[in-house]
């Protein structure tokens, strides 16, 4: 299943912010094990490595976790076309719906009210369904 992971859940991670880590990091974990396929955008990756400044060693770690599906021309014609206030949660909606996620994995759910044909969820949520919980347990 494929799934588009949102900066704030990775920040989560990166910069072990409490009491959000725990989710977060399974939600990476599910990734890395291929239980999932993880996708972000580039200004995901953009976004993280300015705000936590990791070294390049951190990034290239979590880019062998999540995939970076390219951002289009037209993507960012309708994302500033979009209703979206935030026309960076606009991108990250319509990368999404580029790479056919099945779900759009973020702690900011409300920033993402016009999403169609694309799950919205947090990770605790995430991790709640049925299908993900059974893969946590097997790990």
Do not use: C, W
């Amino acid at each position: 299943m494929k799934v588009f992971i949102d900066s704030d859940v990775i920040l989560d991670v990166v910069m072990e912010r409490e009491p959000f880590y725990h989710d977060s990091a399974l939600i990476l974990d599910l990734s890395a094990r291929g239980y999932i396929d993880g996708v972000t955008s580039p200004v995901v990756i953009a976004n993280v490595y300015y705000i936590s400044r990791k070294p390049a060693d951190v990034m290239q770690d979590l880019l062998n976790i999540v995939s970076v599906v390219p951002i289009t021309h037209e993507m960012m014609v309708n994302a500033f076309a979009s209703k979206y206030d935030d026309k960076e949660d606009a991108i990250q909606y319509y990368t999404a719906l580029k790479a056919k996620a099945k779900y759009l994995i973020t702690r900011n759910t409300r920033d993402y009210e016009y999403a169609q044909d694309v799950g919205v969820m947090s990770p605790e949520e995430f991790l709640r369904l049925g299908s993900v919980k059974s893969k946590i347990k097997n790990r």
